[in-house]
């Protein structure tokens, strides 16, 4: 089985508070916690953070919360301190702004690394058919092999010459979560920001840089997360259709 960790950090620059901010009556990292639970693959669930008002919360609805220092750089240094001393082999990071992440993909994440010798990371990638989101910075793209290793995440429209068409080929969006190796973890702590990780602003470049092997998995719920305040009604109104279909 693999332990969960829900990175969650009170500072955004874009949307301060984020985390927090209510969703259908509920803080929007709760929402990411109640669907983590649902995993069959995921034993260990842990919100990791390096604030008292998260931690509160994440308590007041029944969260195991482990703090943090308050020094991280990135999601991925603080998802490794969370679990460090744990015994688990796969440690799935998954993003506390993503109140509509699928508990079947997190298991099917888990399950490509036990699966596949080769891989050190799994991560979900998505058809992409808007061209807007197609040369939008802030969308990540990634360009994989025949057989789901990924060759590069840019911010960047790649493939060149590809339109998010059929007709065109399959151009695809990375969702931004995370199933870890414990040694591809440790390696990324190990190892020193590379110039692709700073010139993309991308960090999962720095373990691709270190020679850490990427397994994409489909996704077919495009499952939209928070960004900016101004994702927040066609988030809401998903949460709010998917409890009334349940």
Same mark, same amino acid.
């Given at each position: 089985m693999a332990l969960g960790v829900i990175?969650?950090?009170l500072g955004s620059t $874009?949307?301060?508070? &984020?985390v927090l901010h209510p969703l259908a009556g &509920?803080?929007?990292?709760q929402w990411v916690w109640e669907r983590a639970r649902q995993s069959t693959a995921i034993r260990d669930l842990v919100i990791a953070t390096d604030s008292e008002a998260v931690r509160q919360?994440?308590?007041?609805f029944g969260a195991r919360v482990v703090m943090t220092d308050a020094r991280h750089e990135s999601g991925t240094s603080r998802v490794a301190e969370a679990a460090g001393g744990c015994p688990h082999n796969i440690v799935v990071n998954?993003?506390?702004?993503e109140p509509l992440v699928d508990p079947v993909l997190l298991d099917r994440l888990v399950?490509? @690394?036990r699966s596949t010798p080769w891989a050190h990371v799994a991560t979900p990638a998505l058809t992409l058919l808007d061209h807007d989101r @197609?040369?939008?910075?802030?969308?990540v793209k990634l360009v994989m092999a025949h057989d789901h290793r990924v060759l590069y995440f840019s911010r960047g429209a790649i493939p060149h010459g590809f339109s998010p068409q059929p007709r065109f080929g399959a151009t695809w969006e990375h969702q931004g979560i995370y199933a870890?190796? $414990?040694?591809? @973890?440790?390696?990324?702590?190990?190892?020193?920001?590379?110039p692709l990780e700073d010139a993309e602003r991308l960090e999962q470049l720095r373990l691709m840089d270190a020679g850490m092997a990427f397994i994409a998995v489909i996704a077919s719920d495009p499952s939209p997360g928070v960004n900016t305040i101004e994702d927040i009604p066609l988030v809401e109104q998903l949460l709010r259709r998917q409890c009334r279909e349940q």
């Open positions: 990175p969650a950090r $874009r949307f301060p508070g &984020k &509920k803080p929007m990292m919360a994440g308590e007041a998954i993003q506390a702004d399950h490509a @690394l @197609l040369v939008n910075p802030n969308v870890f190796r $414990r040694s591809a @973890l440790e390696a990324w702590i190990s190892s020193p920001p590379s």
